[in-house]
């Protein structure tokens, strides 16, 4: 009814009330990640896959609710995996199925390499383009380099990855409408954001990486197909937050001990074979895959204690994938910061759009709205 | 995660290096003008045939494409008996009837390179119903490129390996090019493995340059149908070294993509500083494989040019099999 409502009069009625809020030609950036969800983990759990026309469909609903809330502009990352492609094609032919005006759908001019510094790449280019928030549609592993250069910037998270703990699954018309409404200014970004938590990894020295959920200390010896399924293999896990009800690693600590997203601590515990220490977790360490695991520590880190890995030699997961190998030299550690990424928390976003009666239309506001005038 | 011994570490190292020797030297030697036919090489994707072929025994069936020598030599096939049988020499492999695109070693479990583009898919499928019917925990593997995977005879074999819940692996090796095109131009999803799920069985990718990526997926792809698990797409993402065939100019490839791709995902090297490094094994003991595998190339070719080739009563041998 809304939409019909909004055609009607072609613009978002109560935009017009909202004036002195507005931002001026808000644009919102959205990074799809099309080689999310391929890993092995649909071998050795049971993960979904996520098709990338599901993707396209999720970007179509978010520009409807996007053009909806008046937003003009939206910045897009290319690649070559056939998003950026399907998106355009439809765009082009009016084969996206929204009714309403979308806004102007720009592609970055950037060189893809058809990897994780495409997006690195993407994410940059919209901060410079002054985006009012970020919608990211891919797993952790997307989050975590979105986490690296975006800044201050807002993000909506969707997830379209393997089993994920940091980003929502949320319908993508909700989303964009959140990302629409504290890109516009309909809402106040600092009303409806939460600043996350980072995990930052340092090898010998220097900053090596960032984890947004959990950094896992593991004995594999090789990067490899980089999903973690053999719990045995698990030594040491840090956890930025861990809800009771997430799958993958921070699992192991939500189900004894959650840590809310938003406390300013963490937790490092020290795993072994499931039997010893001071208890066992049955955990789902991945989907479908519920393995019981030792824990022989637990104690919580605070934000800028440095934490040393025990471990001599293995490699270290960050967000549930393997990423750094080290050995009997290296020196690691791992530290809590608590100046991450800003989230858009997207019930609280919608809750406010209501009291600020951003859907609807009444003599109330109609008044208000002459009064202004 | 990867139970590798240091056996298993200078073994995966030795197969790699003797595919890699083994094809450079072919492709030296076919500017030679002394080999017959055609040859398709496989330097560059090494790790894949190697990650897959080291859980497999002699029990084990795989079917091979156009670009075979790689899966011949990592499924155990003599590389003396190869290089005969690319020379087309009666001490080949296949008493030089068969040549490149055709050796084969039923003995150790190789059906044979094929020349038809997609042609494993459906043998696969025949070799993993018996190794169903036998019962003794038997797999096969299909190996085949990016080019294949369009071909009906791989879509309907994965049909029907799913429908017959077959202990079978689909090995797509992804090099980029189905000859001259780019996969980008005759795949419409951004990876071969998309396809998995609409024959309903796993589909993975992984890093076809990296033998650790290949052996930990490929390993719990044949775990699994061992166990009675049914099929499963793999997917490697590689790159070829050479052209589609020799004598291929490759204008298709921008300028200095193979440099870079020898420079930065030349699996031997990636191999070696993994190991190296971690301390599990010295850079020596690679030398010492190095020297061993040269000789080993040297002496194949060496063979090879001396052995006689077939004869006129060769001719209507070995041509049907006597039941």
């Known amino acids: ?373 | 995660m990867s139970e590798l011994k240091k056996a298993d570490l200078l073994k995966a190292y030795r197969t790699m290096r003797e595919i890699r020797d083994f094809e450079e030297r072919v492709h030296k030697e076919f500017a030679t003008g002394k080999i017959p036919g055609f040859v398709h090489l496989y330097a560059g994707e090494e790790a894949v045939a190697t990650g897959v072929c080291m859980h497999l025994n002699d029990d084990d069936r795989i079917t091979s494409t156009h670009r075979g020598h790689g899966h011949c030599i990592a499924k155990g096939v003599d590389s003396i008996g190869m290089m005969a049988e690319i020379y087309g020499k009666k001490t080949g492999s296949c008493c030089g009837k068969g040549g490149s695109m055709h050796i084969a070693d039923l003995e150790k479990g190789m059906l044979g390179a094929n020349g038809i583009v997609g042609a494993g898919g459906p043998l696969g499928c025949g070799a993993a119903l018996a190794a169903k019917f036998k019962g003794k925990g038997g797999v096969a593997v299909v190996f085949f490129g990016d080019g294949a995977s369009n071909q009906g005879t791989i879509l309907e074999s994965m049909n029907l390996a799913n429908i017959w819940n077959l202990p079978v692996i689909f090995l797509a090796e992804n090099n980029g090019y189905a000859e001259s095109t780019g996969v980008k131009y005759n795949v419409p999803t951004p990876n071969i493995a998309d396809r998995a799920a609409g024959f309903g069985m796993p589909g993975v990718t992984v890093d076809g340059n990296d033998f650790f990526a290949v052996y930990e997926a490929a390993g719990e792809a044949i775990k699994r149908a061992r166990e009675g698990g049914g099929p499963t797409l793999l997917e490697c993402k590689t790159n070829r070294f050479f052209g589609h065939f020799e004598g291929d100019a490759m204008t298709y490839k921008a300028p200095g993509e193979v440099k870079r791709q020898r420079e930065e995902c030349d699996c031997l090297k990636i191999f070696a500083a993994k190991v190296t490094s971690a301390g599990l094994v010295t850079a020596a003991e690679l030398e010492a494989i190095d020297k061993e595998v040269a000789a080993l190339i040297d002496e194949a070719v060496e063979k090879a040019l001396a052995a006689p080739t077939p004869t006129e009563a060769d001719l209507l041998t070995d041509v049907y099999v006597s039941y």
């Open chain 1, 1 to 373: 009814m809304l939409l019909d409502r909004v055609n009607e009069s072609n613009t978002l009625l109560l935009l017009t009330n909202m004036k002195s809020m507005k931002h001026d030609n808000p644009a919102v950036g959205v990074l799809v990640n099309p080689a999310s969800g391929r890993d092995v983990r649909r071998l050795v759990a049971k993960a979904s896959v996520f098709q990338n026309t599901e993707k396209c469909n999720m970007v179509y609903r978010l520009l409807g609710a996007l053009g909806v809330l008046g937003i003009g502009e939206v910045f897009m990352m290319p690649d070559v995996a056939g998003v950026a492609c399907h998106i355009m094609h439809s765009l082009q032919y009016g084969r996206h199925g929204n009714p309403q005006k979308l806004p102007e759908v720009h592609f970055l001019e950037m060189p893809i390499e058809d990897g994780p510094v495409d997006t690195l790449r993407a994410i940059e280019l919209m901060v410079n383009r002054g985006v009012g928030a970020i919608v990211v549609m891919g797993g952790d592993g997307t989050h975590r380099l979105v986490a690296k250069k975006c800044g201050d910037v807002p993000l909506v998270t969707l997830s379209t990855g393997t089993n994920n703990a940091f980003p929502e699954i949320r319908e993508a018309t909700v989303a964009g409408l959140a990302a629409g409404l504290v890109a516009s200014g309909l809402v106040t970004a600092a009303d409806v954001c939460q600043r996350s938590k980072v995990l930052r990894v340092d090898k010998n020295g220097a900053a090596e990486d960032i984890a947004l959920v959990d950094v896992c200390v593991t004995s594999a010896g090789w990067i490899g197909s980089k999903a973690l399924w053999h719990p045995e293999s698990l030594r040491e896990l840090f956890v930025a937050f861990a809800e009771a009800d997430a799958v993958g690693l921070s699992s192991i600590a939500g189900l004894v001990r959650p840590v809310d997203r938003r406390s300013c601590y963490g937790l490092h515990l020290t795993l072994g074979p499931p039997g010893e220490g001071i208890m066992t977790v049955t955990a789902p360490i991945a989907p479908g895959l519920l393995a019981p695991v030792g824990i022989t520590g637990m104690k919580e880190i605070k934000r800028g204690e440095i934490q040393t890995v025990a471990a001599a030699y293995g490699t270290i997961a960050l967000d549930g994938e393997r990423e750094i190998e080290f050995g009997g030299q290296d020196d690691i550690k791992v530290w809590l910061d608590v100046n991450g990424p800003l989230i858009v928390d997207i019930s609280k976003t919608m809750e406010q759009a209501v009291r600020n009666h951003v859907f609807v239309k009444t003599e109330y506001d109609e008044h208000r709205r002459e009064s202004a005038s």
